[in-house]
């Protein structure tokens, strides 16, 4: 009794279980690639929201834009053909902490200070 559970405990790895891994594999591949190469194109303008006001810029044209509002103060950085915020004296500077970004549709959000800074 005790010999026949112990040959339930192992388990061997069968052809199934390798096309199932390869399959997995496959498609973990593929989803890199598509995201790699479908990537939006890089933009050519900024819109930066500050509380409902609306400011574009060219990213082509480095500057530091300091975004004043009654619930804060951000400096966004257009630099290199990307875009990023410096500095935020909001409580989590989640927005600080963004990666740059430079393609269309990508954003950064600081929501203390209800600043949008969007590549369109």
């Known amino acids: 009794m005790g010999s026949n559970s112990e040959e339930k405990d192992q388990r061997k790895i069968g052809a199934n279980d390798i096309k199932l891994l390869v399959m997995i594999l496959a498609i973990g591949i593929a989803c890199m690639l598509a995201l790699h190469f479908f990537k939006g194109d890089t933009g050519q303008t900024v819109r930066i929201t500050a509380n409902g006001t609306e400011y574009i810029y060219d990213i082509d044209n480095d500057r530091e834009i300091d975004v004043e509002t009654d619930l804060g103060?951000?400096?966004v950085v257009i630099e290199g053909g990307s875009v990023y915020v410096r500095e935020a004296d909001c409580p989590d500077r989640i927005c600080v902490h963004h990666v740059r970004i430079n393609r269309t549709g990508e954003t950064i959000v600081c929501l203390?200070?209800?600043?949008?800074v969007e590549i369109i």
């Open 112 to 116: 203390p200070h209800r600043l949008v």
């Open 73 to 75: 103060t951000n400096i």
